[in-house]
């Protein structure tokens, strides 16, 4: 099976290589890597601290693993933290993330690569967040008696994993000195498959980032000035999420419209300004031009998370993409009701929101207008599906504290500063 996974690995890279000739994230995959050793050996040198290091494979599973790195940071500030992305969507964001001390690209994975990146980095100990595991990564950090860590978790039984060829993925995850996983299910499945790495149920970390972020204070006098009781915050959003919004506008006039798109490039602005004639850049605003119209959108990075405190229910993006929609625990800590679109299966929050009527999936223009009116102009009702969304996220945070707590009992934080 080694075998193949080399040749999967070889075929990814020829496969990346003839795409960054038209595609900007493949490009970006390959130039983020050039000489990425030797530049990795060049800021680590002469470092004595202990480095925990930290992999998140994209955007998303950095939010996951976020709230570790500044605890960990905050709590045991002589330990140094290198963060590694593999995807450009990660990476790209993140790269000046100043709670890291490093932030790379992870070097594609293979069995000369994995030994040079473990003998330059000397980890203290390894943290895999959510999903991404590699083979030579793994085995290396198993053969150095480097513990490492997969946490936040969750395994469904239509993952590769578990599939035809499973078996060799399956070695990987045997690996680890210890699973946290998100829920009971993905336990189950483990243990029927006959992992041999300790799991624990770690719950996810979003929970206590969303917790802290809303408790933080923010004031904003644009957002705020634009923002009244009916309001609805779209955060995220891609172009197949915008239609639907569309649809709203077009037959509710008393309607505001606080969308934050995921991708903020010139294109994709000037398309959302096409289908809301009267939207303005929350950048113009800043620099004077008064919003009269109904729509504000919101072209920077970084304040979605807060923004979706203003609402009075809330619309979260990416449910018409693969990948799945974007973090609902952002507008759910709140006390947000919120909609989003179709694809949301590896959403074990989204689930629950629907069962307790706190969330609202739909997969075109009529399901969005449908379900908006039965779930938003009932104000009681309303009321309650908010209260119950807030009281979802505030019972379910505490991973961090576990997680933190397991690497003092297990003595892989101290504060010995050797």
């Known amino acids: 099976m080694v075998v193949f996974y080399n040749l999967f690995l070889l075929l990814f890279r020829t496969g990346i290589q003839i795409s960054s000739l038209w595609n900007k994230k493949a490009s970006q995959w390959i130039s983020g890597r050039q000489n990425i050793l030797f530049r990795l050996e060049q800021s680590l040198k002469e470092q004595n601290a202990a480095i925990v290091w930290v992999h998140c494979a994209s955007l998303g599973e950095f939010e996951q693993g976020r709230e570790i790195i500044e605890r960990l940071k905050k709590t045991y500030p002589h330990y140094k933290v290198l963060l590694t992305f593999f995807s450009p969507s990660g990476y ?190 929350y950048s113009n605003a800043l620099n004077g031009q008064p919003v009269t119209g109904r729509v504000l959108i919101v072209d920077t990075i970084g304040m979605l998370s807060k923004l979706y405190r203003y609402g009075n229910f809330t619309y979260v993006g990416g449910g018409f993409n693969k990948t799945g929609i974007h973090n609902i625990l952002e507008a759910a800590v709140y006390g947000k009701v919120v909609f989003f679109g179709p694809i949301y299966w590896l959403s074990r929050e989204a689930d629950y929101l629907i069962k307790i009527g706190s969330a609202y999936t739909c997969s075109n223009k009529e399901e969005f207008l449908d379900k908006y009116g039965p779930a938003i102009l009932i104000k009681d009702r309303l009321k309650l599906k908010n209260k119950n969304a807030k009281e979802y996220v505030f019972q379910n945070k505490g991973a961090t504290d576990l997680l933190i707590h397991y690497f003092e009992g297990n003595l892989l934080l101290t504060n010995d500063s050797n």
């Open 92 to 281: 790209e964001i993140r790269k000046n993330y100043k709670g890291a001390d490093w932030v790379f690209y992870l070097p594609l994975d293979g069995p000369v690569t994995s030994e040079t990146f473990l003998e330059i980095v000397k980890p203290r100990f390894a943290i895999f967040v959510k999903y991404e595991s590699w083979h030579y990564y793994l085995k290396g950090l198993q053969n150095r008696k480097i513990p490492a860590f997969l946490i936040c978790a969750v395994f469904t039984p239509n993952l590769s994993f578990f599939g035809p060829f499973g078996f060799f993925l399956r070695t990987m995850l045997d690996r680890y000195t210890h699973i946290f996983v998100q829920d009971i299910a993905s336990k189950t499945l483990l243990e029927k498959y006959d992992i041999k790495a300790p799991i624990t149920i770690g719950g996810d970390t979003r929970f206590d980032r969303v917790v802290e972020i809303s408790n933080s204070p923010f004031q904003d006098s644009v957002i705020e000035s634009f923002c009244n009781e009916n309001t609805i915050v779209a955060g995220s959003t891609w172009k197949e999420d915008e239609e639907l919004l569309e649809a709203l506008f077009q037959i509710e006039d008393d309607i505001k419209f606080l969308i934050a798109p995921h991708e903020i490039n010139e294109q994709h602005l000037s398309s959302i300004e096409t289908r809301f004639p009267d939207a303005v850049r």
